[in-house]
């Protein structure tokens, strides 16, 4: 099972940014893929999760009308795309393979793989 997440940069303020993970190893349809985000000297916090079967998505507060996950089958990706971007945005951001059950998905200790991360730094 491998997680390659990619796309990260450096953004200014305002803008956008499109963070890929490329899955393989596993079906989509046997894991959530959830990302998650993770500032220096601060916890490793929800960001976004796709369910199993591509047909819900969540989000947390901060990533509301402004952040987009997706997936293409055809490539095996999970897309976050990620508009209005804003300093407290930066952070390294990983994806990861999780659980199905719904109460767990925003717990980053109940995921099973992870990718590797990608830098993300808004700044002007």
């Known amino acids: ?6 796309g990260g940069g450096l953004v200014q303020p305002g803008g956008s940014l499109r ?3 490329a ?3 596993f079906d989509f349809d046997d894991y959530t893929i959830g990302w998650f985000r993770q500032a220096p000297g601060k916890e490793r ?6 369910s199993r079967n591509g047909g819900n998505t969540y989000y947390a507060d901060a990533a509301k ?8 089958n ?22 990861a393979a999780g659980p199905t059950i719904l109460s767990q998905i925003y717990f980053p200790s109940a995921y099973y793989y ?8 808004v700044s002007s």
């Open 19 to 21: 963070l890929s993970c």
């Open 114 to 121: 992870w990718g590797q991360g990608t830098q993300v730094t």
């Open 74 to 95: 055809a490539k095996n990706t999970v897309v976050l795309q990620m508009n209005s971007l804003r300093p407290e945005d930066t952070a390294v951001y990983y994806c």
């Open 45 to 50: 916090d929800f960001v976004a999760a796709l």
């Open 1 to 6: 099972v491998q997680l390659q997440a990619s």
């Open 23 to 25: 899955v393989s190893g």
């Open 65 to 72: 009308g402004r952040f987009t996950i997706s997936r293409d």
